[in-house]
């Protein structure tokens, strides 16, 4: 469906890629998940990062998968993020989301929203603030202007209850201003209700990310505005990994009524990393 989508648009992608033996897809049931399935997306994952690990691949995109069924087979990480860190012995990885203006990056990811607060540290905000501006320069931005979002709301502000911003997350800004000094802008905290305001709306916007929290407070502003063609970018990692930013949504499955749009922006985005690494030659979109 993919590849059919890319050749209505006219889009032109060169590429060379992995295709496991078609005797070993498993026959797998139509929108329910299953073992096999889940192990075959395990060797297809472990495949993809051997060969971009040993430069067989420019980069890797992953599709959705269902996290239930992988733990089944034996999966013991939340998510696919986190196994490619492990994997790729990445010391330090972040979740950037992309779509619809934004670029947002997640201070911490899939957890239950009572812990989120005894997860935050100023070393948890100073190293997503530093993947942040890291990934900025590989779009190419010069001085990459970082907002940083608040916990409470108000951003903890006088008369307000919290105390995230005052001890965890300003100091982590001030400690990030110092040590990027005059190569990136880094501001906050900002209010949550009005960061992703300033960060659609300044001059700079395309210059601009901002790094937030918990996953919610960063994925609802950016679905709102890029639902169908958002995409999920991994930080960190010695390898360049994009997947659509949507889940397998079983129930449209074999129904000929899913968008097609996220994972082709995924597709894209890695093929733009990739060159500007200089280890991909792909034609401009």
């Known amino acids: 469906m993919v590849r059919r989508a890319l050749r209505s648009r006219k889009l032109s992608l060169r590429y060379n890629y992995h295709v496991l033996l078609e005797e070993q897809v498993p026959q797998?049931?139509?929108?329910?998940?299953?073992?096999?399935?889940?192990?075959?997306?395990?060797?297809?994952?472990?495949?993809?990062?051997?060969?971009?690990?040993?430069?067989?691949?420019?980069?890797?995109?992953?599709?959705?998968?269902?996290?239930?069924?992988?733990?089944?087979?034996?999966?013991?990480?939340?998510?696919?993020?986190?196994?490619?860190?492990?994997?790729?012995?990445?010391?330090?990885?972040?979740?950037?989301?992309?779509?619809?203006?934004?670029?947002?990056?997640?201070?911490?990811?899939?957890?239950?929203?009572?812990?989120?607060?005894?997860?935050?540290?100023?070393?948890?905000?100073?190293?997503?603030?530093?993947?942040?501006?890291?990934?900025?320069?590989?779009?190419?931005?010069?001085?990459?202007?970082?907002?940083?979002?608040?916990?409470?709301?108000?951003?903890?502000?006088?008369?307000?209850?919290?105390?995230?911003?005052?001890?965890?997350?300003?100091?982590?800004?001030?400690?990030?201003?110092?040590?990027?000094?005059?190569?990136?802008?880094v501001e906050g905290p900002f209010s949550p209700d009005h960061v992703f305001w300033l960060a659609h709306h300044i001059p700079e916007a395309q210059d601009a990310a901002v790094v937030c929290m918990y996953h919610d407070q960063g994925l609802i502003p950016l679905k709102m505005l890029a639902f169908d063609r958002g995409v999920n970018l991994t930080l960190g990692l010695p390898i360049i990994r994009a997947s659509p930013d949507h889940g397998t949504a079983y129930d449209i499955a074999g129904k000929n009524c899913a968008s097609s749009g996220s994972m082709i922006e995924a597709i894209k985005l890695a093929a733009k990393l990739a060159a500007k690494h200089g280890i991909y030659n792909c034609e401009p979109w």
């Not at 733990?71 to 972040?94: D, I, K, S």
């Open 28 to 185: 797998a049931p139509i929108g329910k998940p299953s073992q096999a399935a889940a192990r075959f997306a395990l060797d297809s994952l472990e495949a993809g990062v051997d060969g971009c690990l040993r430069g067989d691949y420019a980069a890797l995109v992953t599709a959705p998968v269902n996290k239930a069924a992988l733990h089944r087979v034996g999966f013991r990480f939340p998510g696919q993020t986190e196994w490619l860190a492990h994997r790729t012995g990445a010391r330090q990885h972040a979740m950037m989301l992309v779509g619809g203006g934004l670029r947002v990056t997640l201070v911490t990811t899939h957890v239950p929203l009572r812990q989120v607060s005894s997860l935050l540290t100023r070393q948890a905000v100073g190293e997503k603030i530093d993947l942040t501006y890291h990934a900025l320069r590989d779009f190419g931005i010069r001085r990459p202007r970082i907002l940083v979002a608040g916990l409470n709301p108000h951003a903890g502000a006088v008369a307000e209850r919290g105390r995230e911003e005052i001890e965890i997350i300003a100091p982590a800004v001030r400690a990030a201003q110092k040590r990027l000094k005059t190569a990136a802008i």
